[in-house]
């Protein structure tokens, strides 16, 4: 990881301003940077080095959106994802590579038609349109079920934000209250994460050398995605988070 090609260099680069933007106006297309940083480094040290750059862009996007998250919604998620993170910290302690690709590519897959399944079923209501009574059995179950398939995606890969913007949209939100709630929950769990990482080796000084370069070019996609976010509808945008997470997944299925 010392010593890389002009074009290595500018691959890093693209893939962290794709960071910024998909952080203020698509959540899962960083699935892309993901691929890229995974085919330029090794793919467990490429998810220490990424880990500080999506934790920089969680913070620009908490900046834009952070009075549109929904914390009822965060707190029924976060004990659940606490469990993922766990399980997914144990497993990155045995699983090579090829495991961690073909585990995150089928669950990011399964996930992308479950929620088109349930779409059929007609348009989820709005959070804040939901009322203020208790959430029912299901909605804690697929809470729980989300919850702890993120936890364990974004420990092993950082590949949970497909997995929680299929939930996010399975359950209603539109483009702000998505976005606010997403860069919340991902600035709390990416933030929690770096103890973990760190202590299995996959942070440490020369990563985050690497990083203080990559964070440069988080910026301007930020500012790129705040602009473009108010010109893509609702539809646009739902197919295009779906899309994301097909197409991540497909390449750590395939890759």
């Given at each position: ?40 480094l090794p793919a467990r040290e490429s998810t220490g080095v990424l880990l500080p750059i999506l934790i920089a862009g969680d913070v620009l996007a908490v900046l834009v959106y952070r009075r549109h998250a929904h914390w009822p919604t965060l707190l ?180």
């Open positions: 990881m010392d010593t890389f090609s002009l074009w290595q260099l500018a691959a890093l680069a693209a893939a962290s301003t794709l960071v910024g933007f998909s952080k203020t106006a698509v959540s899962g297309a960083n699935t892309i940077s993901l691929a890229v940083f995974a085919a330029v029924r998620l976060f004990p659940a994802v606490a469990v993922g993170v766990a399980a997914g910290t144990v497993f990155m302690m045995w699983a090579d590579d090829a495991a961690v690709r073909t585990s995150i590519g089928a669950i990011l897959l399964l996930m992308a038609g479950v929620t088109l399944w349930r779409r059929r079923e007609g348009p989820q209501p709005s959070p804040d349109e939901e009322g203020s009574g208790p959430p029912s059995r299901g909605e804690r179950l697929k809470a729980r079920s989300y919850g702890v398939l993120g936890g364990f995606t974004t420990m092993v890969a950082n590949a949970g934000g497909p997995v929680m913007s299929l939930y996010l949209l399975s359950a209603g939100f539109r483009k702000l209250g998505f976005l606010g709630t997403s860069a919340w929950f991902f600035l709390i769990v990416n933030t929690s994460k770096v103890p973990f990482s760190v202590g299995l080796g996959l942070i440490d000084a020369r990563s985050l050398l690497l990083d203080a370069a990559l964070v440069l070019f988080v910026v301007p996609g930020a500012l790129l995605g705040r602009a473009c976010i108010g010109r893509i509808n609702q539809k646009i945008f739902d197919r295009i988070v779906i899309g994301a997470t097909v197409l991540g997944g497909l390449q750590l299925l395939l890759g």
